[in-house]
């Protein structure tokens, strides 16, 4: 409890570990803890993420950039944080019933997709396999011209199944529950382009014949892949009950070095308010880790 380590890091996905390679670079001393469920570890192969002509598996990805992290010293602990508390000098942070003191911390928790209703082992088999898919942006363009279903409803369905519309003419809006619940501007939008729009419920969702058919109560539809757009649960809850700001739906809010409304308390990467992307998640973890460098300068000045 004596030690004072001068960041900890909670999450080591792509926000976490760029994080830890810019710190432990820094001379700084961190502390890095995962419970192991980076969103980036369900990517079966990423093909926007730059630098890898041909792609690169999710588990790949991370593997890469721990071994980066831990030639530099970093090293990454396999445990929860279940709080972090904000003392004079720095913060406490309780992992699994220890205690540890930093002088910041550094938020990369990430977000979890809601998942439709399927059990786990087909649900796992149909991502490996693209037959479900959860970023239009980042695979949007491997179903180009091919069938595409969106699970969702509402505002947030059929703006997905709008982005989707940049890539296929062929796409269905299923209702996750009963009836759609869209508006009539909502309709007339996705009725402009073509959009067919179908009641749920959708169940079962089944693979058959490397394609993926859902039940609907008006028939059998089959995909080559399918987008739930059913939101997701932002993993911001430690933050917020250490007092910092986040959006209604749970993301946290962060100025332009990634500091959350409570000093010293930093976020980056999908936790944060912005674009879910690889990309996004690195950029922001090199602007937090060179801010948090800056902070403890300032503060008390670091190795010269
Ligand atoms: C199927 C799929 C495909 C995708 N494809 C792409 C793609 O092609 N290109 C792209 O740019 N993006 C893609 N994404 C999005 C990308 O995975 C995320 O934007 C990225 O992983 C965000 O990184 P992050 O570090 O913020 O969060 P994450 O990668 O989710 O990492 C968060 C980490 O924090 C840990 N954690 C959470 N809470 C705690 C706690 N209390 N204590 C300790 N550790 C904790 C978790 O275990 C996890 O390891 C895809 C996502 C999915 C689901």
Redesign the pocket.
Known sequence: MDVQDDCII???????LTAAIYLARFHLSIRL????????A??PR????AGYPGGIK?TDLLALMLEQAESFGARREM????AIMPIDDGFEVQVEGATFRARSVLL????V?NRPDMPCEEHDDA?ASGLL???PI??GYEVTDKRVGVIGTGDHGMREALFLRGFTSDITLIAPGAAHDLDAACRAKLDAAGIAHVDGPCRPIQIRDGRIVVTTPSGELDFASIYPALGSKI?SG?AVAAGARASEDGCLEVDAHQRTTVPGLFA????VKGL??????MGQAGVAATSIRNLLDEQQSIRR
């Open positions: 909670i999450g080591a996905g792509p926000a976490g803890f995962d419970c192991g469920s980076s969103r980036a369900l990517i990423t093909h926007n993420h999710g445990a929860e944080v279940t990369a928790t990430g977000v997709n991502l898919r959860y970023c980042c695979d993993r430690l980056a990467g999908d936790v879910d992307q690889i990309s996004n998640a």
